[in-house]
């Protein structure tokens, strides 16, 4: 595997495995203090209206717009690349800072669009309050994504790849002292859980400041000056940027309907919108961990090699990003389907989360694993064209895959209930998969795996059921154990012998060379 490449997914991996666990610690801390009550369902509601935009604006549209521009004016005019990135923070300060303004004066419309079935009772007015507490994160967010670009793009991974864990420090911090200290938090109604609530929201725009601030720090020591030295000015590059950030913008409003599809849905079932939540975060683990490593490095290796026109290390990197993915996605999605009980029931299952959570919880899991390769293939996939400026190819299958999503998550709700939100994610997710992969083909041998990946992708998915065999078995012998206090321990056992056999199989198969991944991590040193 190429070293520039493996070290940057383990960079950004482990860091996001680290932000991922923190997430662990922060979701078991709302589940024991709010559960799926009516706080709950509000700050999840009201977290998310910021977290979908932030996606459309930061992660999406812009972000996969920008970082191929600004590698390729790095890679052949140096210093004009950072004038280019000033210019797109003085833009983006000015819009994203009128769109925070409108945001929080409509906010009950927001809130509406996202789960009218909370109009009729108190989430409503609660989660508007909520929302316009949390909405500003989107500002600041999207600047540390586009300062997280510019140093992604200059191989410095480190800063960018630790930023998201700040924020779960920021609220596992808050939850404690009020725990502690609950007079922190004065409130007109004294009720614990609404004290834990106010809590949370005010941490999500104080950490989304220090995400900001340690990127921006980063880029500064890296001599990276990104404060705009001039007001907002539409530059040749600029408009360049727009013509390919707008269809890509089109494309990620297209996955934001798809999930504010499967909130409304789920907004009508008292209950599914947290037990979705909590299902979201335990398969995001592997999803983030894999997925987002290869964004974030895939797409300004292939921007650089596009431009190089090299063909060889084109094919190269998309084929290690593959194979990296279905190495650590497959098995993921296997123990996830096989014991998402035990999962759910040893994180979340305390204080006012019960068992009947426990269940739905589970349920959603298993409907989410099944998509979780779609999920990281599409990472893999989407650079191929963003490397090549081209939005427009994303877009239209976005929008078959929102066709797809509203037919199943709507149109099963009525025999299904609450799951068909869960089922329409996934299948919409395969649906966009196939359509991606089917686009590509005409890009020639860039675009087609190596027989390294070919035979490997085989092995991969053998040594992935068989672990999932085991997995099995050492459940049903640690089945008493999971109904005691040694459940934790219970977890960690099942864990561990997943680990080690599906390695064990996967180098016995030959699906992994152990030697490799020592000298990969050696090289990350």
């Known amino acids: 595997m190429a070293p520039r490449l493996i070290k940057g997914f383990l960079t950004v991996g482990g860091w996001t495995l680290l932000s991922r666990l923190l997430g662990f610690a922060r979701d078991i801390l709302i589940a024991r203090f709010l559960g799926t009550g009516v706080a709950a369902e509000a700050f999840f509601v009201a977290f998310s209206l910021p977290n979908m935009f932030r996606r459309f604006f930061a992660e999406g549209a812009f972000n996969m717009a920008f970082v191929p521009l600004y590698a390729k004016k790095l890679e052949a005019e140096g210093e004009e690349a950072d004038a280019f990135a000033r210019d797109a923070v003085a833009g983006m300060v000015m819009i994203l800072t009128l769109f925070s303004v409108i945001g929080i004066v409509f906010m009950p419309a927001l809130v509406f669009a996202m789960?009218?079935?909370?109009?009729?009772?108190?989430?409503?007015?609660?989660?508007?309050?909520?929302?316009?507490?949390?909405?500003?994160?989107?500002?600041?967010?999207?600047?540390?994504?586009?300062?997280?670009?510019?140093?992604?793009?200059?191989?410095?991974?480190?800063?960018?790849?630790?930023?998201?864990?700040?924020?779960?420090?920021?609220?596992?911090?808050?939850?404690?002292?009020?725990?502690?200290f609950p007079g922190l938090m004065p409130m007109a109604t004294p009720v614990p859980e609404l004290v834990v609530g106010k809590a949370l929201i005010w941490s999500v725009p104080v950490g989304g400041a220090a995400q900001l601030g340690l990127v921006w720090w980063a880029?500064?020591?890296?001599?990276?000056?990104?404060?705009?030295?001039?007001?907002?000015?539409?530059?040749?590059?600029?408009?360049?940027?727009?013509?390919?950030?707008?269809?890509?913008?089109l494309a990620g409003g297209v996955v934001q309907i798809n999930l504010l599809v499967g909130r409304q849905v789920a907004s009508y079932f008292d209950g599914a919108i947290a037990w979705l939540n909590y299902a979201d975060r335990l398969y995001q683990l592997p999803l983030g961990v894999v997925g987002i490593a290869i964004g974030v490095v895939l797409l300004p290796?292939?921007?650089?090699?596009?431009?190089?026109?090299?063909?060889?290390?084109?094919?190269?990197?998309?084929?290690?990003a593959f194979e990296f993915s279905l190495l650590l996605t497959l098995p993921s999605a296997v123990a996830l389907l096989v014991v998402p009980g035990?999962?759910?029931?040893?994180?979340?299952?305390?204080?006012?989360?019960?068992?009947?959570?426990?269940?739905?919880?589970?349920?959603?899991?298993?409907?989410?694993?099944?998509?979780?390769?779609?999920?990281?293939?599409?990472?893999?996939?989407?650079?191929?064209?963003?490397?090549?400026?081209?939005?427009?190819?994303?877009?239209?299958?976005a929008i078959v895959s929102l066709i797809v999503n509203a037919a199943v998550a709507v149109g099963l709700s009525f025999y299904i209930g609450w799951a068909a939100a869960a089922l329409g994610t996934t299948l919409?997710?395969?649906a966009m998969v196939v359509l991606?992969?089917?686009?590509?083909?005409?890009?020639?041998?860039?675009?087609?795996?190596?027989?390294?990946?070919?035979?490997?992708?085989?092995?991969?998915?053998?040594a992935s059921a068989v672990m999932g065999g085991v997995l099995f078995?050492?459940?049903?012998?640690?089945?008493?154990?999971?109904?005691?206090?040694?459940?934790?321990?219970?977890?960690?056992?099942?864990?561990?012998?997943?680990?080690?056999?599906?390695?064990?199989f996967a180098q016995m198969f030959g699906a992994v060379r152990m030697a490799e991944l020592r000298g990969a991590v050696r090289r990350q040193r």
Do not use: C
């Open 115 to 180: 789960a009218s079935g909370f109009a009729e009772d108190a989430r409503f007015g609660l989660a508007v309050t909520y929302g316009r507490i949390a909405f500003p994160y989107i500002l600041l967010i999207s600047l540390a994504a586009l300062v997280s670009g510019v140093l992604n793009s200059n191989g410095r991974f480190l800063a960018a790849a630790a930023a998201p864990a700040l924020l779960n420090m920021v609220f596992i911090a808050a939850m404690v002292l009020v725990w502690l």
């Open 428 to 430: 919409a997710a395969w």
């Open 219 to 249: 880029a500064a020591r890296a001599g990276h000056r990104l404060f705009p030295r001039r007001r907002p000015h539409m530059t040749a590059d600029l408009k360049r940027l727009m013509v390919i950030a707008v269809p890509a913008a």
């Open 342 to 397: 035990p999962l759910v029931s040893v994180l979340f299952e305390r204080g006012a989360f019960d068992a009947d959570d426990t269940a739905f919880t589970a349920i959603a899991l298993m409907i989410y694993a099944l998509g979780l390769p779609a999920f990281v293939l599409q990472k893999v996939l989407q650079p191929l064209y963003f490397a090549r400026e081209d939005t427009r190819s994303p877009l239209r299958f």
């Open 473 to 504: 078995i050492t459940m049903l012998i640690l089945g008493p154990m999971f109904d005691s206090a040694w459940r934790g321990l219970a977890l960690a056992i099942l864990v561990l012998v997943g680990m080690v056999s599906y390695f064990g």
């Open 301 to 320: 290796d292939l921007s650089r090699r596009v431009r190089a026109d090299d063909r060889i290390g084109q094919r190269d990197a998309y084929s290690r």
């Open 436 to 462: 991606l992969w089917r686009g590509v083909r005409g890009l020639g041998d860039v675009a087609r795996l190596d027989d390294r990946a070919r035979k490997r992708a085989w092995r991969i998915v053998l």
